[in-house]
């Protein structure tokens, strides 16, 4: 388990409207434990924290993990599915038959859109040795302050030295594939990808809103799938938590998750977490009514804005 202070976020969209910090422990499962349904040895949380955060834990032990820790507030619950892309013994071109004819020519036709767009063809660089860690971080730093991930969800590349400390180590040992889509010579997507115990880990991507018609995001994950598929060593892609269209599009399974907060029962804590709870059920009514008047997709539009 780790310990840091998290933001506590009010969220709408993917527009970030107020956090809290608290300090935490983060329990993360991982995608082996969440397909061999393993639950860990969890200690109690250390005095110097305020409670534990949950990431991505099976839907189905979501009682048996709150009874662990009887009289700890719970808050900001999020259920999802957890896709993931099933690679072991499989290629590409397994992996392409999985999409409909349809599709498979959708694709082929973004790419030739944006090939075009690059001069007749793509200029797609690969970042994986100890060597090319600082090259990839001066081009995708720069990009990943522009994305609306971090502009409003402070989900954006890390950085500094002990960011980079941490990529250089992944690299050392060959666990690291990072690349960055370019057009006219400057980046305009990037996707960093851990690869530890066969697992590659969908971390942090980003792209250039300018490009956003070109789809640069939907070419340059075909165009990695391609590349690690060819490298026939791993045994999964893993979209991590949270859902969304293009996860979904991509995946190839999925499995119920839920992600969530654990405070002790403190004043400020309860205030915290009743105000998340009912902040977040407000946002679902009305994401729902919403989509009932077909004006969900605008909505968004406004909040990316």
Known sequence: MTTQTVPIKFVVGSRKLLSVP???????????DLIGGTLPQWPAPGPQVQGLRILSAPAS????????????????????????????????????????SKTRSTFNRKRRKLAEASGGALDLREFHGEADVEAFMADAVPLSRRTYQTRLLDAGLPEGPEAIAAMKALARRDELRAYILYIGGQPASYLYLPTTGGVVTYAFLGYDPDHAHLSVGTVLQMEVLERLFGEARYRYFD???????????????????????????SVPNRALMGGLNAFDGGVALAKRLAERGGALARVRQLLRG
């Open 22 to 32: 608290r300090v935490v422990q983060t329990l993360a499962f991982g995608l082996d």
């Open 61 to 100: 032990q979501l009682g048996a993990i709150r009874a662990r820790y009887p009289g700890y507030l719970v808050g900001g619950l999020q259920h999802y599915r957890r896709f993931y892309i099933e690679m072991e013994g499989r290629t590409y071109a397994d992996y392409l038959g999985l999409f409909s």
């Open 239 to 265: 979209f991590t938590e949270g859902e969304g269209a293009h996860k979904q599009m991509f995946g190839t399974a999925s499995i119920a998750a839920c992600s969530f907060f654990l405070l002790r029962p």
